[in-house]
């Protein structure tokens, strides 16, 4: 008996891609037919042709997701795919745009909580703002901040003679804390427990657990961003997208000559 050779080693089938990355087989044609994977060759049968480009391709899109969620991750591979590499590094730095507004904000709800624990009330010297206001400063719908008071997240006051709801400082500081808490994958149901105790003097500790539970998941959102960004360099210099590959390799060829 004489043992059977694969035709071609480097070539791989969509299972071989799932099982090393503990996805089904559908997911990887998935990827390939959503533009996340690169096009893959086909045998006459039909069958897809994965290569080590695909490989570096599947860990590059994985290892973004932690940092950058599944839509952003998504863009990024599809960018990088149809050879627009500006607008997939656009959508990078917009990521590391709204970790850095999210540490911003945490620094700023901590600092909140030595005056919140303190025997003096907060500052009141700044004027009301409307609804209008503080959703834009947020980047938020006015409808989400009227569902937050509908939940007892907010308790704005409301403007005597025209009756609109005005935010005082204490509710935008209550504003920027629910944000942010909301944006950790909490329910508004435990935002407004945690407002609600800070509120009644005495009740910091659920807040500082929260708050240094999602100082956590920032720090390891900024070290998943570095992993992905790492994954996503070994695939860009490994000559996606397939058109500029053929592109570079023949400036090499004519360099050398």
């Known amino acids: 008996m ?3 050779k694969p035709s071609n080693p480097g070539v ?8 090393a990355h503990g996805l089904s087989a559908q997911a990887v044609r998935n990827y390939e037919r959503d533009g996340v994977l690169p096009p893959a060759q086909r045998t006459p049968s039909g ?4 290569t080590e480009l695909h490989v570096k391709a599947l ?4 290892a973004l997701i932690p940092g950058h969620g599944y839509a952003a991750s998504g863009e990024i591979m599809r960018a990088v795919n149809r050879g627009e590499i500006d607008t997939a590094l656009r959508t990078i730095d917009q990521g590391h745009a709204l970790l850095q507004r999210d540490r911003e904000t945490l620094d700023a709800v901590e600092a909140a909580v030595v005056t919140l624990t ?3 009330p907060q500052p009141q010297g700044q004027k009301a703002v409307p609804i209008s206001v503080l959703a834009h ?3 938020l719908r006015a409808a989400t901040l009227r569902t937050w008071e509908r939940a007892g997240v907010l308790r704005p006051v409301r403007d005597p003679v025209t009756h609109y709801r005005l935010y005082r400082p204490d509710d935008v500081r209550d504003a920027e804390l629910a944000h942010l808490l909301r944006r950790g994958g909490y329910r508004l149901d435990h935002i407004a427990g945690v407002l609600r105790r800070v509120r009644d003097a005495g009740g910091a500790d ?3 657990a929260s708050l240094r539970r999602w100082r956590q998941r920032l720090t390891e959102r900024g070290r998943a961003m570095l992993t992905g960004a790492a994954r996503l360099a070994e695939y860009v210099d490994a000559g996606q997208p397939p058109e500029r590959a053929l592109t570079s ?7 050398s000559a």
């Open 2 to 4: 004489t043992a059977t």
């Open 12 to 19: 791989r089938r969509p299972v071989d891609l799932a099982r």
């Open 47 to 50: 069958y897809r042709r994965f």
């Open 59 to 62: 860990r590059a899109y994985l």
């Open 118 to 120: 303190g025997t003096r």
């Open 137 to 139: 400063r947020l980047g």
């Open 206 to 208: 659920p807040l500082a």
């Open 249 to 255: 390799e023949a400036k090499t060829t004519t360099l």
